[in-house]
């Protein structure tokens, strides 16, 4: 499977923004700060997430292979994440159900295992899910999937691809499609145009693009660095990692923070100015915009940079997080 | 171990002490499970009780209130009242909490000392209300976590229930993926395309804790107001006071015809940004914003940021004055007065914020709710 020609995905030259009315760009800007609002408040009970990098990188690395687009790969692993914790979810139900009823009890790591057998099957049908929610002449064929599996030594039948599938879809009752950070980038960068921020839309649209492969990928890690940040670098809590998966749902605190270190990135003197408008625009702090911002970055240099301090500075995250609360308070 | 869960059995489980004596010392252990409901207790303690009493002759009060002499005998080791309670804890709600019997006190998660990054998640509290009398004191977590299937009375060899979080981990730590896609890393990829970028637009990896300085430099986060928002490490010519707002004004009165000639500094073509063809809104900055500092609800981080980091006020003019004051407050009815929850220095001389000057003067009403917005 390596040594093939890598099919690029969508040309970056393909998007083109200031094309949409400025109705539409108000309805749907208002509709997903609802829609994140609402997904911040449903994360506050969730216990656990399922997001490692090698899983996100074979996603991403089946989506590059079969042309699909940048957010069809993110929603396939969100459709993956949110399939996975319904699974553990049923498993930890059962469990505690025959426990209670003093049947037989079926040991939890026997269930474990039938999830760990169909788990690239169950992967597989996540993309091929996702691909059948963006265009539809680029919808990943059933002959296409198996042909795939099968070069991995995984030989499925049309039917129990179609069973994955619904599995799938009944799992999540049938609610995949799901947002993404994606479309809160692009939404954003098209407001900046609108209001007037000299920003190179398109640069910064692609830099944005690696910068969210590259949360999607580091995940923990960045979202480990923002909390560490958010209590001055000291070791956080089981408590307060609970409660900080709100803040891993917020994605238009994760857009901005990608906008930001992108505008970063292209040009420092565009990028205080592009700060101000997406802090004007979501009403995000401006220390928090830096702060998240500030966390991808450093991971985005990561090992290429030695001896680059890795996380926040003390006094500075200190100083920047207690303006933050102050301004909210 | 031993002696705190005596209480326990005593202060919450049965007030009127260690009756159920007789009927747990004639139950095998491994039997023990039969008396996880308080009515069987009852029962057991109404039809155990009424013999002994009259075998031994005692008072009628004697019943109620035995003695600790008489106690004592019955009760010789307080491990037995720590098996029961700790058995009705982990039957009543494993499963549903696992090991996280104690989350169910909302009241002990919203205080302050169990979020203080310092303090254990899970202390034990002990409150000798009279209104959490009834409440089960939990054991020290430790034991509480234990399902009866280990050390417990309940029945031997039961596995352990899986917690969600811990499952999960574990799934995504053994879960094997086949070598699809050998010789790709796309972390490294992602890093080399950002080294890259830097390279190209900076010649070299700029100090990333710039990213941090600008809303400690003097900088008033209220809206895309250059002057104020420009880190001082951007170099930007100087501009009068009135005239950044007068050119700013200009801007928005311009803005549906033109390119806003916002920035003061090397302009930036835009790139696939077309400018507005319809007659587009003011900037969603210009939105009346009460203040500039905060003009939504602020967002889960900084909810969090706010209640982690309260019990460590900032000083009162910690990083210079003027930089995070409090801006004033326009009369508005979407905003709520917050000032008295604001802990920062209040201003010398109240500035109107820019932006609510700015939509003021804003020649279309912008009619964005910025409280939706966030």
Not at chain 2, 174 to 185: C, T
């Amino acid at each position: 499977m390596n040594g093939r020609v890598r099919p690029k995905l969508a040309s970056l030259s393909d998007f083109q923004f200031g094309a949409v009315a400025t109705e539409t760009i108000e309805d749907v800007l208002l509709h997903l700060a609802q829609q994140n609002e609402q997904a911040v408040q449903e994360a506050a009970g969730r216990m656990g997430s399922f997001r490692e990098t090698r899983i996100v990188e074979f996603v991403f690395l089946l989506s590059e292979q079969w042309c699909l687009e940048k957010s069809v790969s993110y929603q396939a692993v969100e459709i993956l994440e949110r399939f996975m914790v319904k699974q553990a979810e049923n498993i930890c139900r059962q469990a505690t159900t025959q426990l209670r009823e003093k049947t037989e009890p079926q040991n939890w790591r026997a269930l474990k295992e039938q999830l760990f057998n169909k788990f690239i099957l169950r992967l597989v049908s996540c993309v091929q899910l996702a691909s059948k929610l963006s265009f539809h002449y680029k919808i990943i064929s059933n002959i296409t999937v198996l042909n795939f599996l099968q070069a991995l030594g995984y030989i499925h039948t049309k039917e129990e691809l179609l069973e994955s599938e619904l599995d799938v879809l009944k799992s999540l009752n049938f609610q995949i499609n799901l947002p993404t950070p994606l479309a809160y980038v692009e939404m954003l960068l098209e407001v900046l145009g609108y209001n007037g921020c000299s920003v190179p839309a398109t640069r910064l649209h692609a830099t944005c693009l690696t910068l969210l492969d590259l949360v999607y990928l580091l995940h923990e890690p960045v979202y480990e660095s923002l909390l560490r940040a958010s209590i001055e670098n000291s070791t956080p809590s089981q408590l307060q990692g609970e409660k900080f998966v709100s803040v891993k749902e917020d994605f238009m605190l994760l857009a901005v923070g990608i906008i930001a270190a992108s505008a970063f990135i292209q040009n420092h003197e565009c990028w205080s100015q592009v700060v101000g408008h997406l802090q004007s625009i979501t009403g995000i702090a401006l220390e928090s915009i830096a702060a998240f911002s500030y966390a991808i970055l450093t991971h985005s240099v990561g090992a290429n940079t030695p001896g680059r301090q890795q996380s926040v500075p003390s006094h500075l995250a200190a100083r920047a997080l207690r303006a933050t609360a102050s301004s909210n308070m | 171990m031993t002696n705190h869960p005596n209480f326990i059995f005593q202060d919450t489980m049965d007030p009127r002490g260690p009756a159920p004596q007789p009927f747990q010392r004639s139950e095998k252990p491994g039997r023990i499970r039969r008396r996880k409901t308080r009515r069987e207790r009852n029962e057991a303690l109404v039809g155990s009780r009424r013999p002994l009493a009259h075998q031994d002759q005692d008072p009628p009060g004697a019943s109620q209130n035995p003695p600790l002499a008489v106690r004592d005998p019955l009760a010789p080791n307080a491990p037995k009242f720590m098996v029961i309670a700790q058995g009705r804890l982990s039957r009543k709600h494993r499963g549903l909490f696992n090991h996280e019997v104690k989350s169910l006190d909302v009241g002990r998660l919203l205080s302050s000392g169990s979020l203080d990054p310092g303090t254990p998640v899970l202390s034990t509290k002990c409150s000798p209300s009279p209104g959490r009398a009834r409440e089960p004191t939990p054991p020290p977590r430790d034991k509480e976590n234990q399902v009866p299937g280990g050390s417990g009375p309940g029945p031997p060899n039961t596995p352990k229930l899986p917690d969600l979080g811990q499952l999960l981990g574990e799934l995504q730590c053994q879960l094997i993926l086949p070598q699809a896609f050998p010789r790709r890393n796309l972390v490294q990829e992602a890093r080399d395309a950002i080294m890259g970028n830097l390279q190209a637009c900076h010649g070299c990896v700029p100090d990333l804790t710039l990213v941090l300085q600008p809303p400690l430099s003097g900088t008033k986060p209220g809206g895309p107001e250059k002057l104020r928002m420009t880190p001082s490490w951007i170099n930007i010519p100087e501009q009068a006071p009135g005239e950044g707002r007068q050119r700013r004004r200009q801007e928005t009165e311009e803005f549906t015809f033109a390119m806003p000639h916002t920035s003061s500094t090397p302009t930036t073509h835009r790139e696939g940004l077309a400018p507005p063809k319809g007659p587009w809104p003011p900037l969603l900055p210009s939105l009346p914003s009460p203040s500039g500092a905060a003009w939504g609800p602020p967002t889960a981080f900084d909810l969090l940021k706010s209640i982690w980091l309260v019990a460590t006020p900032p000083p009162p003019c910690p990083w210079g004055v003027g930089a995070q004051q409090p801006l004033p407050q326009p009369p508005s009815p979407l905003f709520p007065q917050t000032s008295a929850l604001d802990w920062s220095p209040k201003p010398p001389t109240p500035q109107p914020s820019l932006s609510w000057v700015v939509a003021q003067s804003s020649p279309e009403a912008w009619s964005f709710p910025p409280m939706r917005l966030y």
